[in-house]
């Protein structure tokens, strides 16, 4: 119950600050916090799943909340820019209107099937960020492998280095608290063998990982397809979407040119632009940026929210991307992001 109240709570904190964020920006507030522009990170675009336990529903927008975000940012002014284009927007004059990017990480097949009619409506470009692992299916998801497992059975057994252990998850909130437990051993040292063990347990229930990367994720002639359109560039994230900043420097090196080799490999150019797993302090340290810049990468985005300004390019291979979070579906909120008022009043 204490997890189920904390993110009750952290989700109305949030509200609450967007809402009096939009308020300031309509009022011509703070103008000076919107900066130059902004770049979105989204992951799935799909129509709205009903789940028992929704834990991946930040990750998700439906297509008509993507459409209703374009339009709104439009009626606020931006213009729609590839992500390639943002260092020579941010290098020209500052007076002319902020700039908005789309930018879609792991390279799940509805972002062809959904958000790709919806950007063509609007002629707005985007990057899709391919993990060659998911693509390949040599890699399962654990995220998505976490929320099947916990909506498939009331009690799974998984392997713990204290030895195996029974989760009993007969109400919501407890599958929320183990799903949290879950999600907060996956991401360390010990990482491919926390996804293994949560693999195991999954198929031990009737749950096929490799199946679900199937399911979600374009295979190499569905990138090739999609690269192909004028709207559409692809980038790397990783082989593995390891966190990366628990690698040594050679493996970490390999993560990087690995799928940059994949994905030029798909579209016949060498991609420039790069996305880190996770997208925060777990992946997008300055260690792993200078080894960015040494797989030849001139341009990497991280999951620190804030909006780009003029000293934005100090750091190119850290930028910062907004989340349009599945929770927060709005059009309100997405001109309240946009307005960098949310970011400047908490720092």
């Not at 709104?72 to 927007?89: H, N, T």
């Not at 002639?221 to 040594?248: N, Q, V």
Request: aromatic share 8%; hydrophobic share 45%; proline share 6%.
């Amino acid at each position: 119950m204490k997890a189920i109240l904390k993110g009750f709570l952290r989700k109305a904190v949030i509200s609450g600050g967007l809402e009096a964020s939009q308020i300031l920006n309509r009022l011509g507030a703070m103008r000076q916090a919107r900066g130059r522009g902004v770049i979105f990170t989204l992951h799935h675009v799909r129509p709205y799943l009903s789940l028992p336990l929704n834990a991946n529903g930040h990750l998700e927008i439906t297509p008509e909340f993507l459409d209703t975000a374009i339009r709104r940012l439009k009626a606020e002014g931006y213009q729609f820019a590839a992500l390639d284009d943002v260092p020579r927007l941010l290098a020209a004059t500052s007076d002319g209107p902020p700039f908005a990017v789309f930018t879609l990480d792991d390279g799940y097949r509805d972002n062809a099937e959904h958000a790709l009619p919806v950007f063509e409506r609007h002629n707005v470009p985007f990057t899709v960020f391919v993990t060659k692992g998911f693509s390949e299916r040599s890699h399962t998801i654990w995220w998505e492998t976490a929320e099947a497992l916990l909506n498939a059975t009331d009690r799974f057994t998984i392997e713990t280095d204290e030895g195996p252990k029974t989760r009993n998850i007969r109400s919501i909130p407890a599958k929320r608290a183990v799903c949290d437990l879950t999600c907060d051993g996956i991401c360390g040292p010990q990482e491919p063998l926390a996804i293994a063990r949560l693999d195991a347990a999954a198929r031990s229930v009737g749950i096929a990982p490799e199946a679900i990367v199937a399911e979600l994720v374009m295979t190499a002639d569905e990138l090739k397809t999609l690269a192909r359109h004028p709207l559409a560039s692809l980038g790397a994230h990783t082989i593995s979407h390891r966190a990366m900043d628990f690698l040594d420097d050679a493996d970490a090196l390999n993560e990087l040119a690995g799928s940059a080799d994949y994905v030029e490999a798909l579209t016949g150019r060498r991609p420039t632009s790069f996305a880190y797993p996770y997208g925060d302090e777990r992946s997008a340290s300055k260690r792993i940026a200078a080894l960015a810049a040494k797989a030849g990468f001139t341009l990497a985005v991280t999951t620190r929210a804030a909006i780009l300004d003029d000293g934005a390019l100090a750091e190119p291979l850290l930028l910062p991307r907004v989340s349009l979070n599945g929770y927060y579906q709005k059009p309100r909120y997405v001109a309240a992001l946009a307005s960098g008022i949310p970011f400047r009043l908490t720092g």
